[in-house]
Nanobody, 115 residues
Protein backbone atom coordinates (compact mmCIF):
# COMPACT_ATOMS: atom_id res chain seq x y z
CA UNK A 1 0.00 0.00 0.00
CA UNK A 2 1.28 3.42 -0.99
CA UNK A 3 0.17 6.55 0.81
CA UNK A 4 0.17 9.82 -1.07
CA UNK A 5 -0.22 13.21 0.59
CA UNK A 6 -0.37 16.60 -1.09
CA UNK A 7 0.52 19.98 0.39
CA UNK A 8 0.51 23.57 -0.71
CA UNK A 9 -2.87 24.47 -2.11
CA UNK A 10 -4.58 27.71 -1.25
CA UNK A 11 -5.80 31.06 -2.48
CA UNK A 12 -3.74 33.14 -4.85
CA UNK A 13 -4.40 36.19 -6.99
CA UNK A 14 -4.36 35.95 -10.78
CA UNK A 15 -0.79 36.11 -11.96
CA UNK A 16 0.47 34.74 -8.68
CA UNK A 17 2.36 31.59 -7.84
CA UNK A 18 1.89 28.49 -5.73
CA UNK A 19 4.03 25.46 -5.11
CA UNK A 20 2.44 22.09 -4.53
CA UNK A 21 4.25 19.18 -2.92
CA UNK A 22 3.38 15.52 -2.85
CA UNK A 23 5.05 12.87 -0.74
CA UNK A 24 4.66 9.14 -1.21
CA UNK A 25 5.30 6.60 1.52
CA UNK A 26 4.58 3.01 2.39
CA UNK A 27 5.30 -0.12 0.44
CA UNK A 28 7.37 1.49 -2.25
CA UNK A 29 9.85 -0.61 -4.12
CA UNK A 30 10.23 1.78 -6.98
CA UNK A 31 8.25 4.73 -8.21
CA UNK A 32 7.92 4.91 -11.97
CA UNK A 33 5.88 8.03 -12.56
CA UNK A 34 4.73 10.87 -10.33
CA UNK A 35 2.18 13.25 -11.65
CA UNK A 36 -0.27 16.01 -10.98
CA UNK A 37 -3.85 16.01 -12.18
CA UNK A 38 -6.62 18.49 -11.59
CA UNK A 39 -10.38 18.43 -11.54
CA UNK A 40 -12.59 21.48 -11.68
CA UNK A 41 -16.27 21.29 -10.70
CA UNK A 42 -18.28 19.55 -13.39
CA UNK A 43 -15.16 18.63 -15.32
CA UNK A 44 -13.22 15.44 -15.80
CA UNK A 45 -9.92 14.94 -14.06
CA UNK A 46 -7.11 15.91 -16.40
CA UNK A 47 -3.37 15.50 -16.49
CA UNK A 48 -1.45 18.65 -15.61
CA UNK A 49 2.07 17.26 -15.67
CA UNK A 50 3.97 14.11 -14.91
CA UNK A 51 7.56 13.11 -14.50
CA UNK A 52 9.30 9.81 -14.96
CA UNK A 53 12.16 8.48 -12.87
CA UNK A 54 14.47 9.41 -15.73
CA UNK A 55 13.37 13.02 -15.45
CA UNK A 56 11.31 13.03 -18.62
CA UNK A 57 8.30 15.27 -18.26
CA UNK A 58 4.92 15.77 -19.90
CA UNK A 59 2.77 18.87 -19.61
CA UNK A 60 -0.74 19.76 -20.59
CA UNK A 61 -0.69 22.41 -23.30
CA UNK A 62 -2.61 24.77 -21.05
CA UNK A 63 0.19 24.92 -18.47
CA UNK A 64 3.30 24.75 -20.63
CA UNK A 65 5.64 27.60 -19.86
CA UNK A 66 3.86 28.39 -16.59
CA UNK A 67 4.08 25.23 -14.52
CA UNK A 68 7.17 23.19 -13.72
CA UNK A 69 7.17 19.68 -12.32
CA UNK A 70 10.17 18.27 -10.50
CA UNK A 71 10.87 15.38 -8.19
CA UNK A 72 13.25 14.29 -5.49
CA UNK A 73 13.66 10.55 -5.94
CA UNK A 74 15.46 10.14 -2.63
CA UNK A 75 12.47 11.65 -0.81
CA UNK A 76 9.76 10.11 -3.03
CA UNK A 77 8.46 13.62 -3.46
CA UNK A 78 7.17 15.52 -6.46
CA UNK A 79 6.64 19.26 -6.75
CA UNK A 80 4.55 21.45 -9.00
CA UNK A 81 5.64 25.06 -9.27
CA UNK A 82 2.72 27.04 -10.67
CA UNK A 83 3.43 30.53 -11.94
CA UNK A 84 1.27 33.07 -13.74
CA UNK A 85 -1.87 31.45 -12.42
CA UNK A 86 -4.97 32.15 -14.46
CA UNK A 87 -8.69 32.14 -13.67
CA UNK A 88 -8.98 28.80 -15.52
CA UNK A 89 -6.48 27.08 -13.22
CA UNK A 90 -8.61 26.69 -10.07
CA UNK A 91 -9.36 23.07 -9.29
CA UNK A 92 -8.62 20.32 -6.87
CA UNK A 93 -5.13 19.17 -7.68
CA UNK A 94 -4.38 15.49 -7.17
CA UNK A 95 -1.08 13.69 -7.02
CA UNK A 96 -0.79 10.28 -8.63
CA UNK A 97 2.06 7.89 -7.99
CA UNK A 98 2.68 4.93 -10.25
CA UNK A 99 4.65 2.04 -8.81
CA UNK A 100 5.37 -1.43 -10.11
CA UNK A 101 2.23 -2.88 -8.50
CA UNK A 102 -0.22 -0.18 -9.55
CA UNK A 103 -0.95 3.43 -8.70
CA UNK A 104 -2.24 5.53 -5.82
CA UNK A 105 -3.91 8.91 -5.57
CA UNK A 106 -3.68 11.57 -2.93
CA UNK A 107 -6.71 13.18 -1.36
CA UNK A 108 -6.29 16.37 -3.36
CA UNK A 109 -5.50 19.97 -2.51
CA UNK A 110 -7.63 22.95 -3.50
CA UNK A 111 -6.22 25.75 -5.60
CA UNK A 112 -8.26 28.94 -5.82
CA UNK A 113 -7.35 31.82 -8.09
CA UNK A 114 -9.22 34.97 -7.22
CA UNK A 115 -8.65 38.67 -6.74
Amino acid sequence: QVQVVEFGGGLVQPGGSLRLSCAASGNILSINIMGWYRQAPGEQRELVADIFTSGRTNYADSVKGRFTISRDNAKNTVYLQMNSLKPEDPAVYYCRVVVSMGHSWGQGTQVIVSS
